[in-house]
């Protein structure tokens, strides 16, 4: 599997990831379906096992300190998100529940890059009008977007917080930058490591001499 392959793959719904896979292997007698159902037994195995990448902890905390409002947005089904996730309270619980994942049905989303997630997130988070995906935005509906931070680490990704008017921050594995990009999203900053973070280049609150 190469990274241009795992780029396509990457922030997309599982359905459509599956079959841009599999599309790379015509000659091997595997359908999305039984692929979808062995990938979830050998990756629920795994999940607990997931470490945070570095400086994560640390903006969670910073942001949770100085009351600034987060959210989690994203392509993982819910089941697989507490997976992921339920072995580091001490970072997401920091969410206060405030979590959108891409099988909530009740917001009736497309998938990244479609920015309907990052949308449903900024609705539910700031309990604010910010429009629909496929519907043109006021001037205020735009303001309200463009106070949003993004920070992604897949191409997907990326292209959906900026299609939902959001600034973007992007963090990617640094094998992705080798990959061809020819999207007409460019994110605002991007950085290989979240160590690297700046939170007053943001108007953020900096963080402390001794974080």
Request: charged share 25%.
């Amino acid at each position: 599997m190469t990274w241009a392959m795992k780029a396509g793959c990457m922030g997309k719904p599982q359905h459509i990831a599956a079959a841009h896979l599999l599309s790379f292997f015509p000659d091997i007698e595997l359908d999305a379906k039984s692929y979808l159902e062995e990938r979830d037994r050998l990756q629920d195995e795994l999940w607990p096992t997931v470490s945070l990448l570095p400086g994560v902890r640390k903006l969670v905390h910073h942001l949770k300190k100085h009351n600034v409002p987060m959210a989690i947005a994203t392509g993982t089904r819910r089941s697989q998100y507490f997976m992921k996730t339920g072995h580091l309270p001490e970072v997401f619980s920091l969410f206060d529940g405030q979590v959108v994942c891409a099988d909530d049905t009740q917001y009736n989303m497309r998938g990244k890059p479609n920015p309907d997630i990052f949308l449903a997130a900024a609705r539910e988070l700031l309990k604010k009008d910010v429009g629909q995906p496929e519907t043109v935005p006021t001037a205020s509906q735009i303001q309200e977007r463009a106070k949003g931070l993004v920070i992604e680490d897949a191409l997907p990704g990326m292209q959906a917080g900026k299609r939902a008017g959001m600034k973007v921050l992007w963090v990617p594995d640094p094998n992705l930058l080798e990959v061809d990009y020819n999207g007409e999203e460019v994110a605002d900053q991007s950085l290989i490591t979240l160590e690297d973070f700046k939170p007053e280049e943001w108007g953020l609150p900096p963080y402390d001499d001794n974080s």
